[in-house]
């Protein structure tokens, strides 16, 4: 697969590079994921800016809110 190419919803990188824009815009932003999320997306945010350490929560899935 490219890496440009998003082989699921096409809106996802939009939502990437949404989140890269208003971290680098100064707004303190914080992603909480399933730790069963695919690690490309994480990588996705990465290669566009986003501090996975700063930005990012991976949420353990036999945790309930």
Known sequence: MDGDEDSGDPTH???VEAVADRIKAGI??????SEYE????????????VDAVD???IRDAGLII
């Open 38 to 49: 695919d690690t490309m997306w994480i990588e996705r945010l990465q290669d566009a800016g």
């Open 28 to 33: 303190d932003v914080r992603l909480i994921t």
């Open 55 to 57: 930005h990012l929560r």
């Open 13 to 15: 990188m939009d939502l």
